[in-house]
């Protein structure tokens, strides 16, 4: 029985073929088998996009993109829309994205996107209660967003300024 290990050349050569099997699987593009605007809004820094791209093998994202520069990709929840643009004359500075799950559970989380004057854009990190109902307003370049109670969830109160997303105190109705 031969225990020797094998040789060098054999392993570089192995690891080389396994790498550049792992590049043509994340390297190959999807074939897009349509993609549709979903809802566009003018801010200071150019329109912002909300597309759907649906692909050739069953899946879809939804793409957001300012001034024609994709800004991100989303592919966990079934739609993208454009709930509110802030502020409501003029080109908007922030924009509350409603993320659509697709569930009845669950239907709905946000995300804010800041447009910069320099034409970058910040985007929050999602959040709500679920509640597909939010409300905002934009007082003072911050942006205040509250959300209904759903099912067994609390109402939420939210807050954004200059990229920083907080908790607020909800709002008595």
């Not at 031969?2 to 050569?13: D, E, H, M, Q, S």
């Not at 009845?104 to 995300?111: H, N, R, W």
């Not at 209660?129 to 370049?141: D, E, I, Q, T, W």
Request: proline share 8%; with cysteine.
């Amino acid at each position: 029985m031969n225990l020797r290990p094998p040789p060098v050349r054999f392993l570089v050569a192995l690891t080389l073929a396994s790498a550049a099997a792992s590049a043509a699987q994340v390297a190959a593009p999807r074939a897009v088998r349509e993609k549709r605007s979903q809802a566009e809004v003018p801010t200071i820094a150019g329109s912002l996009q909300v597309c759907r791209v649906d692909y050739e093998d069953g899946g879809h994202t939804n793409q957001v993109s300012l001034a024609g520069r994709p800004l991100f990709e989303e592919a966990e929840d079934e739609s993208v829309s454009i709930a509110a643009a802030h502020p409501e004359k003029g080109p908007a500075r922030v924009v509350l994205l409603q993320l659509n799950t697709g569930g009845s559970g669950c239907p709905s989380f946000y995300q804010v996107v800041e447009v910069k004057d320099d034409g970058a854009a910040v985007r929050s990190p999602r959040f709500g209660n679920c509640s597909p109902l939010a409300r905002s307003s934009y007082v003072g370049a911050v942006l205040r967003i509250d959300i209904p109670k759903i099912g067994g969830a609390a109402a939420q109160s939210w807050s954004y300024s200059d990229g920083k997303l907080a908790k607020a105190v909800p709002r008595r109705r």
